[in-house]
């Protein structure tokens, strides 16, 4: 989908996950740094981006697999806090997203005596996995149409149309928002929709918001449709 296409229509695109195992595990913070420096970028993106459309309803304690792990199986809240609050929508390109990982990993064990490692949790996996656009149908020309789309499309289409188009688009610019500036020519609006930070909930939180915002403005403009 590309946003203002010559019939300014919308259309609402899903996506489905193909994942695959890379066979590398960690058992402690510093095979996780190190294995993290030689895994390909998907992977990176695997484990911060895709991870919230395979949380998509649920809002997890710790929002990537890094700082889960570290949390959950390690028992390293110190180190799983600082991994939480890094926001990969902050980063240009996943290679500085992997950079920034990594840093606050070897700062944590560069004060520590032994490196922390899983007991008798599970080892760290590194996957990767491919985004396949989903067609679902949906096609709108309004806001009002916009607006009772976003409240039925499946989640995968809030996901695709603003986690991915970060990196596809490689700008801060999601698709709706792009499309409701440049197409309903509504800046006011497509600004509110683009500093919608994503990383800051799941994807339910995000259509929540969505909905919020739409629904203010048609009640403020009066706009039926």
Same mark, same amino acid.
């Given at each position: 989908m590309?946003?203002?296409?010559?019939?300014? #229509?919308?259309?609402?695109?899903?996506?489905?996950?193909?994942?695959e195992?890379?066979g590398?595990?960690a058992?402690?913070?510093?095979?996780?740094?190190?294995?993290?420096?030689?895994?390909?970028?998907? $992977? @990176?993106?695997f484990?911060?981006? $895709?991870?919230f459309?395979?949380?998509?309803?649920?809002e997890?304690?710790?929002?990537?697999?890094?700082?889960?792990?570290?949390?959950?199986?390690v028992?390293?809240? #110190?180190?799983?806090?600082?991994?939480?609050? #890094?926001?990969?929508? $902050?980063?240009? $390109?996943?290679?500085?997203?992997?950079e920034?990982?990594?840093?606050?990993?070897?700062?944590?064990?560069?004060?520590?005596?032994?490196?922390?490692? @899983?007991?008798?949790?599970?080892?760290?996996?590194?996957?990767?996995?491919?985004?396949?656009?989903?067609?679902?149908g949906?096609?709108?020309?309004t806001?009002?149409?916009?607006?009772?789309?976003?409240s039925? #499309?499946?989640?995968?289409?809030?996901?695709l149309? @603003?986690?991915?188009?970060?990196?596809?688009?490689?700008?801060?610019?999601?698709?709706?928002?792009?499309?409701?500036?440049?197409?309903?020519?509504?800046?006011?609006?497509?600004?509110?929709?683009?500093?919608?930070?994503?990383y800051?909930?799941?994807?339910?939180?995000?259509?929540?918001s969505?909905?919020?915002?739409?629904?203010?403005?048609?009640?403020?403009?009066?706009?039926?449709?």
């Open positions: 590309e946003p203002g296409n010559r019939d300014d #229509v919308f259309r609402f695109i899903g996506c489905s996950e193909i994942q195992i890379l590398k595990q058992d402690d913070e510093r095979a996780l740094a190190e294995l993290l420096e030689d895994v390909p970028l998907d $992977s @990176v993106y484990h911060t981006h $895709s991870y459309l395979r949380q998509r309803f649920i997890q304690t710790y929002p990537n697999d890094f700082a889960e792990w570290v949390g959950m199986q028992r390293d809240h #110190v180190l799983a806090e600082r991994l939480s609050v #890094v926001d990969p929508f $902050s980063f240009s $390109s996943l290679d500085f997203l992997r920034e990982i990594i840093s606050i990993i070897d700062d944590h064990l560069s004060g520590m005596a032994s490196v922390p490692r @899983v007991g008798f949790g599970t080892p760290f996996s590194f996957n990767r996995s491919r985004i396949l656009e989903v067609p679902t949906l096609e709108v020309r806001l009002r149409e916009f607006r009772d789309a976003i039925s #499309v499946d989640a995968s289409a809030i996901y149309h @603003v986690f991915e188009s970060h990196l596809r688009l490689q700008r801060k610019e999601n698709d709706f928002s792009t499309w409701i500036r440049g197409t309903l020519k509504l800046p006011e609006l497509a600004d509110q929709i683009r500093a919608l930070n994503p800051l909930g799941s994807l339910e939180r995000l259509r929540s969505l909905l919020t915002m739409c629904d203010a403005y048609l009640a403020k403009s009066g706009q039926r449709g």
